[in-house]
């Protein structure tokens, strides 16, 4: 019988695992998630990387290599996660290849200090993705207001952007157009729109902000329900005349991702969020944890209808309840670029004392 994966595969959404370790690494897991579980690329950021480097002793080597160097802080964090992620690049180089650059890819996230920094935040981006030397390496913007000019500057530059932290589907067709300007000044300019980019919508943190304010008979269709609206407009904006026009000069569509596909709930299905969101031509990036629970006994249900199904219909319940979804979009995205700055800080202080501990010793 066909792994839940290789279903998820057959259908036409990629998956991609939401997580980066050096053991995935060193250990073949990651080999055998790409060789068993149809996995054809990876996403990180702040709190993935946090968590890697404060619950292992596998990057002490590699800080303790760089001290006399005097590197510290986000220098040296920087260096760690792109000697994990080119060796993750590498990997997918194959895939990325034969889909001619469609998938393969993997991701690494600006500072998030940068998020209301239009300039520091083009300015990061093309310096790590020169850094890295990989084509099949996305920089993360959020799709903050002041992230949206820094990803259209980004675009124009020629350097492949996840559009991270994007919650509604306002914040959606921001990001989007943004991207869209990009391409068509490329084109204006004489240069190759052929630019990938990926907007990464977060799914499970609207129902977690909701758990205590909708109705039982509700619980965990709200983060769904949004991601069908959205869905239906992708396909909208897929088949508008202004896109189809860039299309016929070169350039490609900017692919959706479901990111935060991980239940919070524990009384919900472990794999929820990724039996509902099946849909061609769009990328699910998933937990460890979910990525496994998914090829052990995932039940994918029918492929997301285009035109959002039931999608409204469940939003219009949760407006009588009271739930301002516009609103709570803002409010999720704001708090998102909150968490990310908490890990990054997090993050910094972790190597800090990692560093100083090897000094001692």
């Known amino acids: 019988m066909m792994k839940a994966t290789q279903q998820l595969h057959e259908i036409g959404q990629s998956l991609w695992l939401d997580n980066i370790t050096r053991e995935l690494l060193t250990s073949g897991t990651l080999c055998t998630y790409i060789q ?8 990180s950021n702040p709190t993935i990387f946090d968590h890697a480097i404060k619950n292992s002793d596998d990057y002490d080597r590699a800080i303790g290599e760089e001290l006399p160097e005097g590197k510290s802080g986000e220098a040296l964090f920087f260096d ?12 997918f180089r194959r895939t990325h ?12 996230e600006v500072s998030p200090l940068l998020a209301h920094d239009t300039l520091g935040t083009l300015a990061a981006a093309k310096a790590l993705h020169t850094r890295a030397e990989r084509p099949n390496l996305f920089i993360k913007i959020p799709g903050t207001e002041e ?8 675009i124009f530059a020629g350097v492949p952007i996840n559009v991270t932290l994007l919650f509604s589907r306002a914040q959606y067709v921001a990001a989007a157009e943004a991207y869209l300007r990009g391409i068509e000044r490329r084109i204006t300019a004489g240069l190759n729109p052929d630019v990938g980019s990926v907007a990464s919508i977060f799914i499970s943190r609207w129902d977690v902000a909701v758990v205590d304010k909708a109705p039982e008979a509700l619980r965990n269709q709200l983060g769904i329900a949004v991601a069908r609206r959205i869905y239906k407009a ?3 904006l897929l088949s508008n005349p202004r896109w189809q ?32 969101l099946a849909a061609p031509f769009t990328v699910n990036t998933m937990p460890e944890g979910t990525l ?17 199904g039931d999608g409204e219909k469940v939003l219009d319940q949760f407006a009588k309840a009271g739930i301002d979804i516009d609103a709570l979009g803002d409010q999720l995205q704001e708090e998102g670029a909150a968490s990310f700055v908490k890990s990054w800080n997090d993050l910094l202080e972790c190597i800090a004392s990692k560093s100083k501990a090897l000094k001692a010793a």
């Open 36 to 43: 068993e579980y149809s996995i054809t690329g990876l996403t």
């Open 80 to 91: 760690l996660a792109l000697e994990d992620l080119r060796q993750v690049a590498d990997l």
């Open 97 to 108: 290849d034969l889909t001619n650059r469609v998938d393969g890819w993997v991701s690494l």
């Open 147 to 154: 992230g949206l000019p820094a990803i259209e500057e980004a």
């Open 234 to 236: 992708y396909l909208e």
């Open 245 to 276: 026009r860039v299309y016929n000069a070169g350039a490609r569509p900017q692919r959706l991702l479901w990111a935060s596909t991980g239940t919070k709930d524990p009384k919900a299905a472990d794999t929820l969020y990724i039996n509902s």
């Open 292 to 308: 496994n629970a998914l090829a052990d006994h995932g039940d994918i249900g029918p492929i997301m209808a285009p035109d959002g």
